[in-house]
């Protein structure tokens, strides 16, 4: 207990040296009518710099940072630098932009045979939202909850849901606004472990668990993608877009009409599921991919927000996000770039900053691409 209150001491004195501005709500989150654009920033990715000044001119609703407590706080009780972090978020307030951190990777200390610790994991949570009140608007708690690898143990619904409702209640209890996006679900590839879940059994277990009383937003993760963003699943093209289909039925079952579907992963197929595929290694290909993406998920009226791709590269080291990136090398932008501003511009007409985004129902510009 010590040890804990300890840490917690020490991520408040590193975390409140940074005061940023506060950012409105943004689209796409629970009880808003609007539909929300966002893409990833890597903090230790490629043209950072690139990125964060292309990130404020696409006034995006949401910026994702994939954070990586092992790589922030390796050992119990160090304190890591969070310039670059602090950098991210005053630059996401001042573009009106809300941020998603996604939590996960916890170090050593702060795991059990179950997983997580849940008091680590709470305390973690709550120093960042008391840290970055209204720019850090909502944490994804360990996606790909349903695979050894994202819950770091072997998958349970039941942990999974005692963790997300303790962090829940300790943000409640410091009156501290944060929506928590849960589970993260991802299609298990044929390389799983044997202990990982289907995704769709795995949120059965959480509304066993009671979710459909405490969950808001379920996310989906996509780190491998067949086919058009408009193919259904089957037999032969399981993991495609529309498999959202898929986890909105067992919602639907389980009288969640409410919540919220938020696909905060998405990579566009690069030929490793269907050799066929490797035609989307093109550009421009990947350019009318993701408006296709964008079209289908607008349709989908219980889709809140899609994080559509890197806007600079990722690290080699994490593969999951594809190398679909607006930031292909300094002072050069990927073909989509112009695509997704355009879409924005659309949705917001005559707004400078990003306000509200334009209602779910609305009909979409159809962009023209250049070569």
Request: glycine share 8%; hydrophobic share 40%; charged share 15%.
């Amino acid at each position: 207990m010590k040890r804990f209150h300890f840490i917690t001491l020490t991520l408040l004195i590193l975390l409140s040296i940074y005061p940023p501005k506060s950012a409105q709500a943004a689209a796409g989150a629970p009880g808003s009518s609007d539909f929300g654009y966002g893409a990833w920033l890597h903090l230790d990715g490629k043209y950072l710099q690139d990125g964060l000044t292309l990130s404020g001119e696409l006034q995006l609703d949401w910026i994702a940072v994939h954070f990586d407590w092992s790589r922030w706080t390796p050992q119990a009780g160090q304190i890591s630098d969070f310039s670059t972090l602090d950098e991210v978020m005053q630059q996401a307030a001042d573009s009106h932009s809300a941020v998603m951190i996604s939590l996960s990777n916890p170090p050593a200390w702060a795991l059990t045979a179950q997983g997580p610790s849940t008091e680590a994991t709470a305390q973690l949570v709550t120093t960042l939202a008391g840290r970055y009140p209204g720019v850090l608007q909502a944490v994804e708690i360990f996606p790909a909850a349903n695979t050894t690898g994202g819950w770091n143990a072997a998958p349970d619904p039941a942990s999974y849901s005692r963790l997300y409702r303790d962090v829940k209640s300790s943000l409640e209890a410091q009156g501290l606004d944060l929506l928590l996006v849960a589970a993260g679900l991802s299609p298990l590839d044929p390389s799983h472990a044997a202990n990982d879940w289907q995704d769709v059994d795995f949120l059965r277990g959480l509304y066993a668990a009671g979710a459909s009383q405490w969950m808001e937003v379920i996310s989906l993760h996509f780190p491998q993608l067949t086919g058009s963003p408009l193919d259904s699943p089957s037999g032969d093209k399981p993991v495609v877009l529309r498999h959202y289909e898929a986890i909105r039925q067992v919602m639907l079952e389980n009288d969640h009409q409410s919540g919220l579907i938020w696909i905060t992963q998405l990579s566009v197929p690069d030929g490793t599921i269907d050799y066929g595929d490797r035609l989307y290694r093109d550009p421009q290909r990947q350019a009318e991919w993701l408006q296709q993406a964008i079209i289908q998920a607008r349709s989908q009226l219980y889709i809140g927000v899609v994080f559509l791709l890197n806007i600079n590269p990722p690290l080699a080291t994490t593969p999951s996000f594809g190398s679909c990136s607006l930031v292909q090398k300094p002072k050069s932008v990927h073909t989509f770039y112009a695509v997704l501003k355009a879409i924005i511009q659309q949705a917001r007409p005559g707004i400078p900053q990003n306000d509200s985004g334009r209602p779910k129902g609305s009909s979409l510009l159809k962009c023209k691409y250049k070569t």
